[in-house]
């Protein structure tokens, strides 16, 4: 029997909860990534490309999170286009697509590349197997929460957005950084969780106030 879960649809399948579980991990280590000054190919020749993906993974997720913000609250269709924009932007990263996220034009150095170095194994995003389950996915980025979820897009919905191939959105978390703390996370917990030398051997990072999804 399948285990009751929060996922949606057909996303509450064995397979697809193998998929998400690697997910969760691997994001969350980026998360932790992104919110420490670790670099895992640091005194390499990729060092800088590192730098320059890290920060446009930020600013994508910032900037994606503030226009659709936008929309929801005023039905601003600029920046839903924006929006739009960026969570295939969020897409192409997952998938390893540099060359078509146009910040990226030059920069080979991929986050499948990074979570490689660091765990020894890739994205499990960019497997060709698994391919068809990220592009049936439309990214979307929340800063109210810590864990971010699935939910099923609505038919009406993805034929109006032209993109029936779109079956879930994919709530992604990614609020501001929190006060570091033992109450809450310390540096030293993101670094060892970023850099996968944290203790324990759980899939799920050292504190809940590092971002994932459920």
């Known amino acids: 029997m399948t285990p009751a879960t ?16 690697k997910m969760v991990t691997q994001w969350s280590r980026l998360m932790a990534w992104s919110w ?15 730098r320059q993906l890290k920060t446009v993974l930020i600013e994508t997720l910032k900037k994606q999170a503030q226009n659709m913000e936008a929309y929801v609250s005023y039905g601003n ?7 739009d924009d960026l969570s295939r932007d969020i897409e192409n990263l997952l998938l390893g697509d ?23 194994e890739g994205l499990i995003t960019t497997e060709r197997q698994y391919r068809n389950f990220t592009q049936q996915l439309s990214f979307q980025v929340v800063t109210s929460k810590y864990v971010g979820e699935f939910a099923e897009i609505p038919p009406e919905v993805r034929r109006s ?5 779109k079956k879930y959105f ?9 006060e ?9 917990d993101l670094y060892t969780w970023a850099s996968s030398s944290y203790p324990g051997g759980n899939y799920l990072p050292p504190s809940s106030c590092v971002p994932t999804f459920t």
């Open 180 to 188: 570091l703390s033992n109450l809450t996370v310390t540096y030293n």
């Open 6 to 21: 929060k996922l949606p649809g057909d996303l509450n399948t064995p397979e697809n909860l193998a998929i998400i579980t």
């Open 36 to 50: 420490t000054d670790y670099l895992a190919f640091a005194n390499t020749e990729n060092e800088d490309q590192e």
């Open 161 to 165: 957005s032209g993109e029936s191939e």
């Open 77 to 83: 269709p600029d920046s839903q286009a924006v929006a």
């Open 170 to 178: 994919a709530y992604i978390a990614y609020p501001p950084r929190p």
């Open 98 to 120: 540099n060359s078509q996220v146009s910040r990226l034009q030059g920069v080979l150095l991929t986050l499948s590349d990074v979570i490689q170095r660091v765990t020894g």
